[in-house]
């Protein structure tokens, strides 16, 4: 019995702490990004929108590097600043691949369906602003916690472009909206990308100068 109460209270002293606090929200994150990974890839196909299927990768890429985060957590600076630089190099293949995909899709002329496309991003948006706002007092430490920010922050950005894309393809009765909004997203994953890797190589300085 008094084991038991003393596990408890272990648990809940750690969950207190900033450190617990910091892994809670990063599992919460991992959860709601897995979620709407297999959400948007579903209506994306459904919808054949190109911003659907490159944000549901975006989720897909992110509860990795949620995953990732986790991993080192606690754990020494160089090694933070290494998985930062394998989230950073993941970001800059998914905005190639999006870049890709939007020339398909400009060769393909599909029209994808509007009314999906904006429904399931404003379901995205509520979950990225959520993710976003837990992230927000952790966005200035160290690369990795940076880096999780960082993606957040595009995600929410993102959604809100595909909402606008939804609304240009009521509107025009084109896809040319959905895949303009692809190419942007491409590009803010590549600036995110770039940022994340400067700030991780900041701290592989710091941590060789130790």
């Not at 408890?8 to 969950?15: D, I, L, M, V, Y």
């Not at 930062?84 to 599909?110: D, E, I, Y």
């Not at 940076?146 to 084109?174: P, Q, Y």
Request: charged share 10%; net charge neutral; with cysteine.
């Amino acid at each position: 019995m008094s084991a038991q109460c003393g596990c408890n209270h272990s648990c809940s002293t750690e969950a207190k702490t900033p450190h617990g606090r910091y892994r809670l929200i990063l599992w919460l994150a991992l959860l709601i990004n897995a979620a709407m990974f297999g959400v948007e890839m579903l209506f994306g196909v459904w919808a054949q929108s190109a911003s659907l299927l490159a944000d549901s990768l975006d989720f897909f890429g992110d509860a990795a590097n949620y995953g990732i985060s986790l991993w080192v957590l606690g754990m020494g600076l160089a090694i933070r600043a290494k998985a930062s630089l394998l989230k950073a190099a993941t970001m800059a293949v998914f905005g190639v691949w999006v870049l890709g995909r939007t020339g398909w899709g400009l060769w393909a002329g599909n029209l994808p369906d509007a009314m999906t496309m904006g429904s399931v991003a404003l379901l995205a948006l509520a979950a990225n602003v959520a993710v976003a706002a837990m992230l927000y007092v952790y966005r200035e430490g160290d690369s990795n916690m940076r880096s999780v920010w960082i993606c957040s922050r595009n995600d929410a950005i993102g959604n809100v472009a595909v909402v606008l894309a939804a609304v240009g393809v009521f509107g025009t009765a084109s896809g040319l909206p959905d895949l303009i909004v692809a190419g942007v997203m491409a590009t803010l994953a590549l600036s995110g990308a770039w940022q994340m890797w400067g700030y991780a190589q900041q701290d592989l300085h710091r941590a060789a100068a130790v």
